[in-house]
């Protein structure tokens, strides 16, 4: 009998974090998500692990403070997926004095112990560095300031948590949807499909957890649970475009609304804009940005870049939607991004649901999440995700430069941008997508960008990939640079080594 002790509804970072934490507890543990990993929301995030400078100006303190201790926590784990990121603030007098942005910068800094970033300061954009913080901007910026935060991959962040799930002997059911649950002798009885094989399955668990992000009401009726909350679905959307400036840090960028826009450095040859916050009531299967919303970030990127983009110029663009809060705030950007949890117990049969939360506090909204179940088991070991490394992430003394250049003396054969990128996505875990690889022939085929095919067989066989949205959209993310005929080759590539290893 498929018996656990937790069942996961939704595997994005929340479901695939809370099945990290409950796993490395000692808890048996299974997890089913509809798609891919991280499909939905968890990859169409703006890519940061950050505080939110902005949340300051909602009194929104003490989730920032939460973020900002994550940040450095999650540095720790991951160290060669989140990257210190430098951002410039172009200064706009009558959007934001001086003095505040100051102030708040100040708090920013020293809200939560900072070991690994730097602390901000103000600029003057056009001189300091002969001009370097000024690259792309408009002549009539002249003062800034400069604050750090990370970057990150949210798709292979999410990767990590499953991967870190399955290192515990969690059960990971991809491509796999929710039926229903009933409560049967004081345990779920569950039921999902196998959308791949199109067959129907049961799995018994104690507690069930609904972390369906935007879907969780719509799961929640499956239920037939007596759970009752608000939410409010909030759309953000992004682009990419040729790259808008030569720098190697970020801006953010102010507008007349009190909206903050990012422009980030994508992939060496782009630039990542976004985001949108927009209330969403559309159909959750057909997420994709508007034409407002391409008007609005075009319009702001073009009152401060002497390079002015259009619609034309968009390489690609993608949408998520955030679960949050209930609220009558009538600016979506001013809704908390906390998390919250609904706890349901009819006679030690366990429903817990799961609202909000960010990229950046996944690990201690998943703590939280399991410390609520601290009652009902007893026996399980306290949270120790603070202090062990992601999947990859047990990098010696966390020097990421040091390990990289080991790597790339004990592979001359390999480009330096492959190496870059295995040990910036995979971290220790890179050697074992080379697979023991002595020369570029050991890699089999390569279908395009430096992407061969013992990377594609390490993700299909270690890290769920299924599709070539799954490769080359969220796994590596070189999707940007495949073209149609690589694409063929990739999927029928797929195509064979599924038909051989199903």
Known sequence: ?????????????????????????????????????????????????????????????????????????????????????????????????????????????????????????????????????????????????????CLTDDARLVILNALSAKENKAIILTRTQFISAIKENNVWKIQVKDLITETIHYYFSKVLINVAGPWVKEVNQLIISDTKFDIELVKGSHFVVPKLYEGDFAYILQNKDNRIVFAIPYQNQFTLIGTTDIIFKENLNNIKISEAEIIYLCDLINQYFKKSIK??????????????????????????????????NDNNCILLTVIGGKLTTHRILAKDAINQLNDFFTHMKVSQTHMTFLPGGDIPNQDVAQFKQKFKKEFPWLAEAICERYVNYYGTRAYLVLNQAKSLQDLGIEFGAGLFQKEVEYLMQYEWAQTIEDILWRRTKLGLFFSEEEKIKLQEFINIYQKVNN
């Open 1 to 149: 009998m498929n018996m656990s002790d937790i069942f996961i509804i939704g595997g994005g970072i929340n479901g695939t974090a809370i099945a990290a934490d409950a796993a490395s507890r000692g808890l048996s543990v299974t997890l089913c998500e509809a798609g891919d990993l991280g499909a939905g929301t968890s990859s169409a995030s703006s890519k940061l692990i950050h505080g939110g400078l902005r949340y300051l100006e909602l009194f929104e303190w003490r989730l920032v403070r939460k973020a900002l201790i994550e940040r450095e926590i999650l540095m720790k784990r991951a160290p060669h997926l989140i990257q210190p990121l430098e951002f410039i603030l172009p200064h706009e007098a009558h959007l934001r004095s001086a003095y505040l942005i100051r102030i708040g910068l100040f708090i920013y800094d020293h809200l939560a112990k900072r070991r690994y970033l730097p602390a901000s300061k103000q600029i003057q954009l056009q001189k300091e560095l002969h001009g370097f913080y000024s690259q792309g901007l408009l002549p009539n910026f002249d003062k800034g300031f400069s604050y750090y935060d």
């Open 311 to 344: 619609k034309s110029d968009i390489q690609w663009s993608y949408s998520g939607v955030r679960c949050l809060q209930g609220s009558d705030v009538k600016n979506p950007s001013k809704i908390s991004r906390d998390y919250e949890f609904f706890l349901e």
